[in-house]
């Protein structure tokens, strides 16, 4: 029975790896007079549109990416 746990944690361990390896990307985006701006799409240089601001200007969101090229509009 103990072979059988050890398998099941080892298991569970290589299945939550890839969940570590996210990285939360945040910020904000405003104007020249630092008043937020709502509805900004965020784009991935290479995949697309990645989500859009909010009422803020604030956008967040998950990726397993190093480096990341930007694009606003």
């Not at 939360?24 to 937020?36: A, R, Y």
């Amino acid at each position: 029975m103990k072979l059988k746990d050890f398998k099941l944690s080892i298991l569970l361990m290589l299945v939550s790896l890839p969940m570590l390896s996210q990285n939360v990307l945040k910020g904000k985006v405003t104007n020249n007079i630092n008043q937020p701006i709502a509805n900004v799409g965020v784009y991935d240089g290479d995949k697309g549109l990645l989500v859009k601001t909010n009422q803020q200007g604030e956008y967040k969101f998950e990726t397993d990416k190093n480096t990341i090229k930007l694009i606003f509009f």
